[in-house]
């Protein structure tokens, strides 16, 4: 089956700092989501790709779907305590009825 | 806002039980899935559901149930309980086609023992 790759597994930064993380696959998708689950909670759909090359921001956030369509990057500008969580990214080969492979997630953690 | 809504928050389970989580929006969404989360995974889709009185199978269906009475509700059964079962599950929605869960509840973390 399809596999998402997430890197880095988990990130250690000081308040202030810009974030990068990136997914990569085995096979093309169609679509990358980004979504982010806070500690005890379930996650939050942040960022939608549907093009190859799109780069899309929402408030800090900025995501790029890849031109070879196997992977995907969100870059985090600023990082403040708030952005502590699991960043996943998900994939969709296909429309309608494909489902969503979902790679195992970043770990953001802020040194004080 | 209620968004999605889970219940219960955790429970432990013998060997054998059944149960059912509950799953509640009040965001009239169409769409409705469930995912449970196993440690160091990604999440994996169970059971999904495009409106009222329609569901179909995710990736992982077997030993799970669900219905869909109504808009708001999406209730996931367990029936005879398995330790493989163990695990955190996330019911979403979404207003959008195509297997794109927009909002999540909190989860159902359940131990099967």
């Known amino acids: 089956g399809q596999q998402l790759n997430q890197s880095p597994q988990s990130m250690f930064i000081q308040e202030g700092e810009d974030v990068s993380m990136n997914c990569t696959s085995s096979s093309i998708f169609n679509t990358w989501l980004w979504y982010k689950q806070d500690p005890g909670e379930g996650p939050v759909l942040l960022i939608a790709?549907?093009?190859a090359g799109e780069l899309t921001s929402n408030g800090r956030l900025t995501a790029q779907f890849g031109i070879t369509r196997k992977d995907s990057f969100l870059n985090i500008s600023a990082s403040i305590p708030s952005d502590v969580g699991i960043y996943f990214c998900?994939?969709?080969w296909g429309f309608g009825n494909e489902k969503l492979t979902f790679g195992t997630g970043t770990r953001l953690t802020i040194i004080p | 806002n209620a968004g999605v809504t889970q219940t219960p928050k955790f429970r432990i389970l013998k060997i054998g039980q059944s149960m059912t989580l509950q799953c509640t929006q009040d965001?009239?969404?169409?769409?409705m899935y469930w995912y449970r989360q196993d440690p160091g995974m990604g999440l994996k889709l169970i059971y999904y559901s495009v409106g009222a009185g329609i569901t179909d199978k995710g990736e992982v269906p077997n030993g799970y149930n669900v219905s869909r009475s109504t808009t708001e509700d999406f209730p996931l059964r367990l029936e005879l309980a398995a330790p493989s079962q163990t695990s955190v599950y996330f019911c979403a929605s979404s207003y959008l086609e195509g297997h794109q869960p927009q909002h999540f509840g909190d989860g159902t973390r359940l131990s099967i023992l």
């Open positions: 965001m009239n969404h169409n769409y």
């Open positions: 998900a994939g969709q």
């Open positions: 790709l549907y093009k």
